[in-house]
C-alpha cells in the first residue's frame, strides 16, 4: 500500500535519525498520525496542522508498513484495523467519505449535505478499485460498471474473500462520433474508431470488434507523428465537461453501446454499521439526481450535432 503523498524528502537531523531508528514506541507515535492524514481529509491539512513535514509522513508510513510486518505477536495488526474503523466511523458521523470516481462524474456532490473527498480513477480495472475499497483506503467507487454487464439494480460481488455491492444508477449511451469536416459515410473510415483509455474494458473491446470495428487507443495515436482523422467512442456524460457544439457529427444513427454509471462499497461494512448503509443510500440518491442533470445536457448536446 503506498501513501498518497510522495513529496521529495527533506534532510534534517531528526528525520535522519527516525530513518535509521525503528522500534515498538516509534510505531506507537506515528501510527496514529499516519492513520488521521490517510482516512481523515487531506494529507496536506492534517500534516500542516500537526507541523510535520511531507517526507516525515512519508518515512512513517514506510515504518508502518516494515513493522507491521514484524510485529504479529504485538498484534499491531489489530491496532492498525481499530484506527481505521474508528476513522471511518468520524467521516461518517459527519456525512463524509471519501470516493474514487471517474473522470466524467460531475463534482456536484460537494454541497449537497455531503462533505465528499474525491479522486480520479487511474485505470479501466475495477478490481483495483475494490481493493482500495477492501483495504479500507477508500469508502466506495462512482462510475463506469461496464465490466460487470449489470442489468439489475444491484449486484453482489465476491473479491479476494470480500464481499461488495454494486448498484446501478442510470444507464447511458456511447457515441461514435466524428469531425463534421471529415466524411464517415465509407466503411472504411466509420469503422476505425479511436478509443480512450477510460473505456478500454476488454469485454468493450471485444464487444466492439463483434462490430466489425478496428481500435485504436489514444495512447497508440500519441506516438504516431500523422494519423488520418478517425470517429471517436465518445462517453454521454463526458459531453457537458467538453462541449463540442456544431464542431462534431454522429457516425451511427444509434448508439454503438451502453454503460452503466454506478456506485461500488463494502457489503460487510454497511452491514456491521447501519449509519454506513444509509450515507450509502444518501449518496445514490444524490447522485443519481445529479447524474440526471448531466446527462440531460449531454441530450442537448447531441441534438445541436445531430445525435
Not at 449486484?155 to 464517415?184: H, I, N, S
Request: charged share 20%; proline share 5%; net charge neutral.
Amino acid at each position: 500500500m503506498q501513501p498518497f503523498f510522495n513529496l521529495p524528502d527533506h534532510q534534517s537531523a531528526k528525520e535522519g535519525a527516525l530513518r535509521k531508528h525503528l522500534d515498538s514506541k516509534m510505531v506507537m507515535r506515528w501510527l496514529p498520525l499516519y492513520e488521521l492524514c490517510l482516512y481523515s481529509g487531506s494529507c496536506n491539512r492534517a500534516a500542516g496542522s500537526s507541523c510535520y513535514s511531507q517526507a516525515t509522513l512519508n518515512r512513517a508510513h514506510r515504518s508502518v508498513v516494515q513493522l507491521l510486518e514484524e510485529a504479529e505477536s504485538k498484534q499491531l495488526a489489530n491496532l492498525l484495523a481499530t484506527l481505521r474503523t474508528t476513522a471511518q466511523q468520524l467521516r461518517t458521523a459527519e456525512d463524509g467519505c471519501r470516493l474514487e470516481v471517474d473522470d466524467f462524474i460531475p463534482s456536484l456532490l460537494v454541497g449537497h449535505g455531503l462533505q465528499v473527498e474525491s479522486w480520479v480513477r487511474k485505470t479501466a480495472d475495477l478490481s483495483a478499485s475494490l481493493v482500495l475499497i477492501g483495504d479500507g483506503i477508500c469508502d466506495a467507487f462512482v462510475g463506469s460498471l461496464y465490466e460487470l454487464g449489470m442489468e439489475d439494480n444491484k449486484k453482489l460481488l465476491e473479491f479476494q474473500g470480500k464481499r461488495y455491492v454494486a448498484q446501478a444508477l442510470t444507464r447511458v449511451p456511447l457515441w461514435g462520433v466524428g469531425p463534421v469536416d471529415v466524411p464517415f459515410n465509407e466503411a472504411a473510415e466509420t469503422k476505425i474508431l479511436s478509443l480512450e483509455g477510460g473505456l478500454s474494458h476488454p469485454r468493450l473491446l471485444r464487444h466492439l470488434e463483434s462490430l466489425g470495428y478496428r481500435i485504436q487507443t489514444t495512447s497508440a495515436r500519441r506516438k504516431e507523428r500523422q494519423y488520418q482523422p478517425m470517429a471517436h467512442l465518445v462517453h454521454h456524460l463526458r459531453l457537458p465537461l467538453q462541449p463540442l457544439s456544431g464542431q462534431f457529427c454522429v457516425i451511427e444513427p444509434k448508439p454503438i453501446d451502453h454503460d452503466v454509471i454506478g456506485l461500488v462499497y463494502s457489503a460487510s461494512y454497511a452491514e456491521e454499521q447501519p449509519y454506513f448503509h444509509s450515507l450509502m443510500e444518501q449518496l445514490a440518491n444524490q447522485l443519481r439526481q445529479t447524474l440526471a442533470e448531466q446527462s440531460r445536457a449531454a441530450d442537448m448536446i447531441m441534438k445541436l450535432n445531430g445525435g
